[in-house]
């Protein structure tokens, strides 16, 4: 008897370095980034049906269904495949919305799996890719089965690195969200007088967490921090509590410590403002569960 449904955990990702490059005639930025993915994750669950088309989340209001990037993962796949017709897709959501960890484009991700997982005839990774590409600068790499990877260009090239040792993770939510349009802008408008200087980077730097701290470089943090100026003191408050990494993940607002053992959570939860949730870094990423 074949699967009839499929559920994933959906992982958030970090982003260790972020780099903003050249902006492309179409209006797109090129980035630079180091993903890595983390334990936290939502429960993502689709069923194909004949006709009709659905998505529920619980945990946080969506908004259109059919804004949502889930959702147009499976229409995207339905489009370029001719399957399925129809999908009840739900979504058990913890990756806070807004914050810079991926979690709609993590979603999509494990919907485009998912499917492919179900499928009669599964696509070759190369196009699921370029249909996660049509989604999102992100949702190329939450949809494969890197725990890191370097990417560049719009997301959709990516290098997969060496897994690296489990590590504590904590993240700090603050209370605010920071629109990514935004961050972009603000940017921009210092490129005149701040220009990212050309580096040249040897892969085996990226392979262990010794020498990876070298470039946890984020160009959106400065500019961010100019705007909530806790950033810089949270971020140095991570690390002043043992966190040998620490910085800001994409545009906002989530800040991260990467700890090499333990982290007192109690502690930074009285220390620090705004949410803190502990994680941790993975070896591998979740694989698609089927259902009979």
């Known amino acids: 008897m074949s699967a009839k449904v499929a559920r994933?955990?959906?992982q958030a990702k970090l982003n260790l370095g972020l780099r903003i490059l050249s902006r492309e005639r179409g209006g797109h930025h090129s980035i630079e980034t180091l993903f890595a993915r983390i334990a936290l994750a939502d429960t993502v669950t689709i069923?194909?049906?004949?006709?009709?088309r659905s998505l529920v989340c619980h945990g946080v209001e969506i908004g259109p269904e059919e804004q949502n990037l889930a959702y147009r993962a499976a229409v995207a796949y339905a489009d370029a495949t001719g399957w399925p017709r129809g999908f009840d897709i739900a979504i058990e959501k913890r990756i806070p919305v807004g914050g810079g960890l991926g979690g709609g484009s993590a979603d999509a991700g494990a919907v485009l799996r998912a499917l492919n997982a179900l499928a009669a005839r599964a696509l070759p990774e190369a196009e699921l890719l370029r249909l996660a590409m049509t989604l999102g600068a992100d949702v190329p790499y939450l949809t494969t089965t890197e725990p890191f990877a370097l990417a560049w260009g719009?997301?959709?090239?990516?290098l997969a690195l060496p897994?690296?040792?489990?590590?504590?993770v904590v993240l700090v939510l603050p209370e605010y969200t920071v629109p990514t349009a935004n961050a972009y802008g603000w940017v921009a408008a210092t490129r005149h007088t701040d220009?990212?200087?050309?580096?040249?980077?040897s892969v085996q730097e990226l392979t262990s967490w010794e020498t990876l701290h070298a470039h946890v470089v984020n160009d959106f943090e400065p500019v961010v921090a100019e705007r909530h100026p806790d950033i810089p003191t949270v971020i140095g408050q991570l690390r002043e509590y043992g966190a040998t990494v620490a910085g800001?993940?994409?545009?906002?607002?989530?800040?991260?410590g990467i700890f090499p053992l333990f982290a007192d959570t109690a502690a930074l939860t009285r220390a620090l403002p705004g949410l803190v949730v502990p994680t941790r870094?993975?070896?591998?990423?979740?694989g698609v569960e089927l259902v009979e």
């Open 8 to 10: 994933v955990a959906a």
């Open 47 to 52: 069923r194909p049906r004949d006709e009709e």
């Open 154 to 158: 719009r997301g959709e090239r990516l």
């Open 163 to 168: 897994s690296l040792p489990e590590r504590t």
């Open 195 to 201: 220009v990212p200087s050309p580096r040249l980077v």
């Open 248 to 256: 800001m993940s994409g545009s906002g607002s989530t800040l991260f």
């Open 281 to 286: 870094t993975v070896t591998r990423v979740a």
